[in-house]
């Protein structure tokens, strides 16, 4: 076709346009739905007016309503973060009896019987199958647990009424009430939560939601956050309050997230994402019974194994590197060992040390394996005796055990207390990073969203520190 | 996998159930390809699971499609590969959902395309379903949630829907997999030829509106006689679409 | 390694972060501020005057070389420089100490005008730019865009007649529609009129006007209008304005037959229980806000009444065509209903 002919029927639909004013896109719309608002009356016929199936509304009118609105909300949204913490717990200690205690060391005896190379059987034993082990005991049980509860919820069609409650204090932020919905994902997983972003069709919004999930403490940290706090808040305390104190400073933590994330979502709408378009709107969909054991199946299926599958991925390097940098020497000192001595200053500035700091670099696949590497990286650098050698990530049943492990490695109050706080703060884990590439499709948004919570995290440590280190 | 339908309508003639395969997501080799468009919140995914035997998770939440799923199943011998693309208010404006869709439809010229609404919100519904019939002439209405509008005591006539729409009607219950094999049939139908649509065109567009997609319309069809959908490419010009301006140019719509 | 004091490495903190808000902070950041300088060049300032000569000779106004000087922020002497060589470039003329556009010169300032206001255009329709920015964005992105790219821009934004503020938009050959209306300040008490412009310079009194959630396209009613102030009533709600303000509002006066329709309320009037048809939505709704409420259903005629109230009153869920869909405040006082 000649060239010649397209532009002229370009030259002439802007000619046409120009002609029609700016009302095209009004009147086509409006023309749409006269058309169908006639073929539906032509059709339809309704026996007697109900417009709204009953139960819906009366249902509506409690979960919406003023007084019961948010007390319903909170205590929902509890229940079900307390029976995934609390539920985990027993499957969790199983898996990990299970891979770690009792497969493990049949490993291990199976490599030395077959004549494997310490090396070999070091880094696939020791790194890459602890690490995969470690991310399956503790992440699948509280996943497997949360996913289809939440899943369920949705179904039913609950989920939509939350967002409406809460979205007057979300606008406040630049939000949509919907980032209500993918942080409470987020608090399963972060990666999950990303992913349930798509609810949000505002542009703005949704990149809002993204950067901030990482808020939203995930189950890989909330092990790590109750048992930091058990021993450390838990000790300045008299005993009988002690499971109190800590259970506090844990859900402390937990707010604190949730006001960064007010907080992060407003500065992004009055910085970076000031230009991009912005647009409100949420359907309540009626309520649909959920179908249960559909509705588990493809919860496990769908989000639970995906994610799974992921974090393995990612945890199975990373338990190359971590035996790696802890068995190969420069000079006297391993790689390890070299790290923690140059990060320590930077660590002490920030009320840490450069274990921590190694531990979260390294880590920085799965928050699952941070205690175990911060424990293995301790012994290793402070020469105590225990654990179970160079490379070999390990974590101990007894509280008390693990509290001295890391008293003898120089831990304080305060080490403790950043520590918490830089579990809250700190770059997403590299399922995430990778999610929310996928999702934005963007270098800068996926950079924005991996930095910024690390440099937050930074500056909150230093200052807790310095402020604390006055007095 | 072979899974047996369960219905009335395995009992009718001319419904083979016996040639009805689920494929799940072996989506190789077919003789068809048939999209899946709707409102969100329809059950379109409820649909799409139904027709292929996959799970997708179908949650109760305006726009849960969460990728642009694709499934296959064999009707009578024919490998039939469905694509199900975001639930969409509208295909007029630019949001991304949006634009997949509309270009699916558009450019990737579907066999047959499905579209799933509401029983019991057919208005709002037909306004995307008057959009998609501008694109294409060859599509079938599903429509579902037949059980709610039941609830809801209303009646659809489906003949004289079927009328005015030009193409044919399934009212289906895709929950409790009524009416799917109905759907079936008559997307085979629909792809064969053996039923041809005569699809509703917009009547009630402002005069100046008309009269203005009516002249370019018209140039259109001058300059590129094959093109099947002048009317939809004009008020896509007019609305300023550079996708469909760059299209012309490389001749991608004829 | 517990040697240094923790009150230095606070302060050093804080003096750091201090520098780096000075330099970077949005729009007033040194940073920008010089990056902006480097970029004012003499092209910026022939626009500049180009521009400032056609306001004054629309508006009847007279200008020379002191009378620009003043208007304009550049320094004197470049501004006095730059006029030399306009002169020799036939883009202005001298009538006596009066500056004058030629032919060639009002083309230039056209095709600037109309960067200007298809660039507010796209910014209102496109991005998520607050109204309060568009024109300073504006201002500097007028001297950037080349023909071709302007023309590319008229067509993604469908050759569009006016911009936001109601003012019309030259076409590339120049055509441009025209706006009849009186100011505000001048109309009597019980006079119906629609609001077609709104002007954005200053700056205090156009936020002023925005504070007031004034609307673009409102049906109004003059209820008072004295030296102290001007009383009208817009979509069910009732403004009062300082003559100064209302002087930069222009209103076409409608005819009593003209009157489509009276007791047109915004949505965010309605309250519970009661039922309305909605009249349209209004001019401010703009871009994908505008077209996804009109996909939604929000569309001339169709009946609407409120069908949840969230906690906090807002947003508010309305059944429209059968469904329940949530808007914020915000975007139901820009939907116009009449109540049945």
């Given at each position: 076709?000649?060239?010649?002919?397209?532009?002229?029927?370009?030259?002439l639909?802007?000619d046409?346009?120009?002609?029609?004013g700016?009302?095209?896109?009004?009147?086509?719309?409006?023309?749409i739905?006269?058309?169908?608002s006639?073929?539906?009356?032509g059709?339809?016929?309704i026996d007697?007016?109900t417009?709204?199936?009953r139960?819906?509304?009366?249902?509506d009118?409690?979960?919406?309503?003023?007084?019961?609105?948010?007390?319903i909300?909170?205590l929902?949204?509890?229940?079900?973060?307390w029976?995934t913490i609390?539920?985990?717990?027993?499957?969790?200690s199983?898996l990990a009896n299970?891979?770690?205690?009792?497969?493990?060391?049949v490993l291990k005896?199976f490599?030395?019987n077959?004549?494997?190379?310490w090396?070999?059987?070091?880094?696939?034993?020791d790194?890459?199958?602890l690490a995969?082990?470690w991310?399956?005991?503790?992440?699948?049980?509280p996943?497997?647990?949360?996913?289809?509860?939440?899943?369920l919820?949705?179904?039913?069609?609950y989920?939509?009424r939350?967002?409406?409650n809460?979205?007057?204090?979300?606008?406040?932020?630049?939000?949509?009430?919907?980032?209500?919905?993918?942080?409470?994902?987020?608090?399963?997983?972060?990666?999950?939560?990303?992913?349930?972003t798509?609810?949000?069709?505002?542009?703005?919004?949704?990149?809002?939601?993204?950067?901030t999930?990482?808020?939203s403490?995930?189950?890989?940290?909330w092990p790590?956050?109750?048992l930091?706090?058990t021993?450390?808040?838990?000790?300045?305390?008299?005993?009988?309050?002690?499971?109190?104190?800590?259970?506090?400073?844990?859900?402390?933590?937990?707010?604190l997230?949730?006001?960064f994330?007010?907080?992060?979502?407003?500065?992004l709408?009055?910085?970076?994402?000031?230009?991009?378009?912005?647009?409100?709107n949420?359907?309540l969909p009626?309520?649909r019974?959920?179908?249960?054991?559909?509705?588990?199946?493809?919860?496990?299926?769908?989000?639970?194994?995906?994610?799974?599958?992921?974090?393995?991925?990612?945890?199975?390097?990373?338990?190359?590197?971590?035996?790696?940098?802890?068995?190969i020497?420069?000079?006297?000192?391993s790689?390890?060992?070299?790290t923690?001595?140059?990060?320590?200053g930077?660590?002490?500035?920030?009320?840490?040390?450069?274990v921590?700091?190694l531990?979260?670099?390294?880590?920085i696949p799965?928050?699952?394996?941070?205690?175990?590497?911060i424990?293995?990286?301790?012994?290793?650098?402070s020469?105590i005796v225990?654990?179970?050698?160079?490379g070999v990530?390990?974590?101990?049943?007894?509280v008390?055990a693990t509290?001295?492990?890391?008293r003898?490695?120089?831990?304080?109050?305060?080490?403790?207390?950043?520590?918490?706080?830089?579990?809250?703060?700190?770059?997403?884990?590299?399922?995430?990073?990778?999610?929310i590439?996928?999702?934005t499709?963007?270098?800068?948004?996926?950079t924005?969203?991996?930095?910024?919570p690390?440099?937050?995290?930074?500056?909150?440590?230093?200052l807790?520190?310095?402020?604390?280190?006055l007095? | 996998?072979?899974?047996?339908?369960?219905?009335?309508?395995?009992?009718?003639?001319?419904?083979?159930?016996k040639g009805?395969?689920?494929?799940g997501?072996?989506?190789?080799?077919?003789?068809?390809?048939?999209?899946?468009?709707?409102?969100?919140n329809?059950g379109k995914s409820?649909?799409?699971?139904?027709?292929?035997?996959?799970?997708?998770?179908?949650?109760?939440?305006?726009?849960?499609t969460v990728?642009r799923?694709?499934?296959?199943f064999?009707?009578?011998s024919?490998?039939?590969?469905l694509?199900?693309?975001?639930?969409t208010y509208?295909?007029l404006?630019?949001?991304?959902?949006?634009?997949?869709?509309r270009?699916?439809?558009?450019?990737?010229?579907?066999d047959?395309?499905?579209?799933?609404?509401?029983?019991?919100?057919l208005?709002?519904?037909?306004?995307?379903?008057?959009?998609?019939?501008?694109?294409t002439?060859?599509?079938?209405?599903c429509?579902n949630l037949?059980?709610e509008?039941k609830?809801n005591?209303i009646k659809?006539?489906?003949?004289t829907l079927?009328?005015?729409l030009g193409i044919?009607?399934?009212?289906?219950?895709?929950?409790?997999?009524?009416?799917?094999?109905?759907?079936?049939?008559?997307?085979n139908?629909?792809?064969?030829?053996e039923?041809?649509?005569?699809?509703?065109?917009?009547?009630?567009?402002?005069?100046?509106?008309e009269t203005a997609?009516?002249?370019?319309?018209?140039?259109i069809?001058?300059?590129f006689?094959?093109?099947p959908?002048s009317?939809?490419?004009?008020?896509?010009?007019?609305?300023?679409?550079?996708?469909i301006?760059d299209?012309?140019?490389?001749?991608e719509?004829? | 390694?517990n040697?240094?004091n923790?009150i230095?490495?606070?302060?050093?903190?804080?003096?750091?972060?201090?520098?780096?808000?000075?330099?970077?902070?949005?729009?007033?950041?040194?940073?920008?501020?010089?990056?902006?300088?480097l970029?004012?060049?003499?092209?910026?300032?022939?626009?500049?005057?180009?521009k400032?000569?056609?306001?004054?000779?629309?508006?009847?106004?007279?200008?020379?070389?002191?009378?620009?000087?003043?208007?304009?922020?550049f320094?004197?002497?470049?501004i006095v420089?730059v006029?030399?060589?306009?002169?020799?470039?036939?883009?202005?003329?001298?009538?006596?100490?009066?500056?004058?556009?030629?032919n060639?010169?009002?083309?230039?300032?056209l095709?600037?005008?109309r960067?200007?206001?298809l660039?507010?255009k796209y910014?209102?329709e496109?991005?998520g730019?607050?109204?309060?920015?568009?024109?300073?964005?504006?201002?500097?992105?007028?001297?950037?865009?080349?023909?071709?790219?302007?023309?590319?821009?008229?067509?993604?934004?469908?050759?569009?007649?006016?911009?936001p503020?109601?003012d019309?938009?030259?076409?590339?050959?120049?055509?441009?529609?025209?706006?009849?209306?009186?100011?505000?300040?001048?109309?009597?008490?019980?006079?119906?009129?629609?609001?077609?412009?709104?002007?954005?310079?200053?700056?205090?009194?156009?936020?002023?006007i925005?504070?007031?959630?004034?609307?673009i396209?409102?049906?109004?009613?003059v209820?008072?209008?004295?030296?102290?102030r001007?009383?009208?009533y817009a979509?069910?709600?009732?403004?009062?304005?300082?003559?100064?303000?209302a002087?930069?509002?222009?209103?076409?006066?409608?005819?009593?037959?003209?009157?489509?329709?009276e007791?047109?309320?915004?949505l965010?009037?309605?309250?519970d229980?009661e039922?309305?048809h909605?009249?349209?939505?209004?001019?401010?709704?703009?871009?994908?806000?505008r077209?996804?409420l009109?996909?939604?259903g929000?569309?001339?005629?169709?009946?609407?009444c409120?069908?949840?109230?969230?906690p906090?009153?807002?947003?508010i869920?309305?059944?429209?065509?059968?469904?329940s869909?949530?808007?914020r405040r915000?975007?139901?006082?820009?939907?116009?209903?009449?109540?049945?």
């Amino acid at each position: 076709m000649s060239k010649n002919s397209i532009e002229n029927i370009i030259a002439l639909s802007s000619d046409l346009r120009w002609k029609i004013g700016d009302d095209f896109h009004d009147g086509l719309a409006e023309g749409i739905y006269a058309d169908a608002s006639e073929i539906a009356n032509g059709s339809i016929s309704i026996d007697n007016e109900t417009p709204r199936f009953r139960l819906d509304s009366k249902i509506d009118k409690i979960v919406t309503s003023k007084t019961w609105g948010f007390p319903i909300m909170f205590l929902i949204l509890g229940v079900i973060l307390w029976l995934t913490i609390i539920g985990a717990n027993y499957p969790s200690s199983m898996l990990a009896n299970l891979l770690l205690d009792n497969i493990h060391p049949v490993l291990k005896s199976f490599a030395t019987n077959i004549g494997m190379p310490w090396w070999l059987d070091g880094f696939l034993i020791d790194g890459v199958y602890l690490a995969v082990a470690w991310v399956i005991a503790v992440m699948l049980p509280p996943m497997a647990i949360f996913f289809p509860m939440f899943t369920l919820l949705e179904d039913f069609g609950y989920l939509p009424r939350v967002a409406f409650n809460l979205d007057y204090m979300f606008k406040k932020s630049g939000a949509h009430g919907k980032q209500a919905l993918t942080m409470s994902m987020g608090f399963g997983c972060n990666a999950a939560g990303v992913v349930a972003t798509r609810i949000i069709d505002s542009p703005r919004e949704r990149l809002i939601a993204i950067i901030t999930n990482n808020f939203s403490l995930c189950n890989g940290r909330w092990p790590t956050q109750i048992l930091i706090a058990t021993i450390f808040i838990g000790a300045v305390v008299p005993a009988s309050f002690s499971a109190f104190a800590s259970l506090s400073a844990v859900i402390g933590v937990a707010i604190l997230g949730l006001f960064f994330m007010f907080f992060t979502s407003w500065a992004l709408t009055k910085t970076v994402l000031k230009g991009e378009v912005s647009t409100f709107n949420l359907e309540l969909p009626p309520y649909r019974p959920p179908r249960f054991w559909k509705t588990v199946y493809t919860s496990l299926i769908d989000r639970t194994i995906i994610v799974l599958w992921r974090a393995i991925l990612f945890a199975a390097p990373a338990g190359a590197v971590i035996w790696l940098i802890s068995n190969i020497y420069i000079g006297n000192e391993s790689v390890a060992t070299w790290t923690i001595n140059s990060l320590d200053g930077f660590g002490f500035l920030l009320g840490m040390n450069g274990v921590i700091l190694l531990a979260y670099i390294v880590a920085i696949p799965a928050n699952e394996i941070v205690i175990p590497t911060i424990l293995m990286l301790t012994v290793m650098a402070s020469g105590i005796v225990g654990g179970a050698g160079a490379g070999v990530m390990f974590e101990l049943d007894s509280v008390t055990a693990t509290g001295d492990i890391l008293r003898a490695g120089g831990w304080t109050l305060l080490t403790a207390i950043n520590l918490m706080l830089f579990s809250l703060l700190h770059n997403p884990c590299s399922t995430t990073i990778y999610t929310i590439y996928k999702e934005t499709k963007s270098a800068k948004w996926t950079t924005v969203a991996s930095i910024l919570p690390v440099i937050m995290g930074f500056v909150i440590t230093f200052l807790v520190t310095q402020i604390w280190r006055l007095f | 996998m072979v899974n047996k339908v369960n219905s009335a309508c395995d009992m009718c003639t001319h419904f083979n159930a016996k040639g009805l395969k689920k494929l799940g997501v072996n989506t190789n080799n077919y003789d068809f390809v048939v999209a899946l468009a709707g409102n969100p919140n329809t059950g379109k995914s409820t649909v799409f699971n139904a027709l292929t035997g996959l799970r997708q998770h179908t949650g109760n939440w305006p726009g849960k499609t969460v990728v642009r799923a694709e499934g296959a199943f064999e009707y009578n011998s024919k490998k039939f590969k469905l694509i199900d693309l975001p639930g969409t208010y509208s295909l007029l404006s630019t949001s991304q959902d949006e634009e997949v869709a509309r270009n699916f439809i558009l450019f990737g010229k579907p066999d047959v395309t499905v579209i799933v609404v509401d029983a019991s919100r057919l208005e709002r519904n037909l306004n995307l379903v008057l959009q998609i019939l501008e694109i294409t002439d060859k599509a079938v209405l599903c429509l579902n949630l037949m059980d709610e509008a039941k609830r809801n005591n209303i009646k659809i006539d489906i003949r004289t829907l079927a009328r005015d729409l030009g193409i044919p009607v399934v009212p289906t219950s895709a929950r409790y997999s009524q009416g799917i094999s109905d759907l079936i049939h008559t997307i085979n139908e629909v792809a064969n030829g053996e039923i041809i649509c005569k699809p509703h065109q917009i009547k009630n567009v402002p005069k100046n509106i008309e009269t203005a997609v009516r002249t370019l319309s018209t140039e259109i069809k001058k300059q590129f006689p094959t093109i099947p959908n002048s009317r939809w490419i004009a008020f896509r010009l007019l609305e300023g679409d550079t996708h469909i301006v760059d299209a012309l140019k490389t001749g991608e719509l004829v | 390694m517990n040697t240094y004091n923790p009150i230095y490495a606070l302060l050093l903190f804080f003096v750091i972060s201090f520098l780096g808000y000075l330099l970077f902070r949005p729009r007033k950041g040194w940073f920008w501020l010089i990056k902006n300088n480097l970029k004012s060049n003499e092209k910026i300032v022939i626009e500049d005057v180009l521009k400032h000569l056609y306001h004054s000779e629309n508006s009847g106004k007279e200008d020379n070389v002191n009378a620009l000087t003043r208007a304009l922020k550049f320094k004197d002497s470049i501004i006095v420089d730059v006029i030399k060589k306009m002169a020799i470039n036939e883009l202005i003329q001298f009538d006596g100490d009066i500056l004058k556009l030629t032919n060639s010169g009002r083309d230039y300032a056209l095709r600037i005008v109309r960067v200007h206001r298809l660039w507010e255009k796209y910014l209102a329709e496109k991005t998520g730019y607050d109204k309060k920015e568009w024109h300073e964005m504006a201002e500097s992105k007028e001297h950037e865009l080349s023909n071709e790219e302007t023309n590319l821009l008229a067509t993604q934004l469908g050759n569009p007649i006016y911009d936001p503020h109601g003012d019309p938009i030259p076409t590339n050959t120049g055509k441009m529609a025209d706006v009849h209306g009186e100011f505000l300040s001048s109309l009597g008490v019980n006079t119906v009129g629609k609001i077609v412009h709104i002007e954005d310079e200053p700056d205090v009194i156009y936020k002023q006007i925005l504070a007031e959630n004034i609307h673009i396209g409102s049906q109004i009613r003059v209820v008072e209008n004295n030296n102290q102030r001007v009383v009208f009533y817009a979509e069910g709600e009732e403004f009062k304005l300082a003559p100064i303000v209302a002087a930069n509002i222009t209103v076409a006066v409608l005819e009593k037959d003209e009157v489509v329709e009276e007791n047109i309320v915004r949505l965010s009037n309605l309250k519970d229980g009661e039922i309305a048809h909605i009249l349209g939505i209004s001019k401010e709704s703009r871009g994908d806000n505008r077209r996804r409420l009109l996909d939604l259903g929000f569309v001339r005629g169709t009946e609407i009444c409120i069908d949840l109230m969230s906690p906090m009153k807002d947003p508010i869920a309305y059944l429209v065509k059968g469904t329940s869909i949530a808007l914020r405040r915000d975007q139901a006082s820009k939907i116009l209903i009449k109540k049945d």
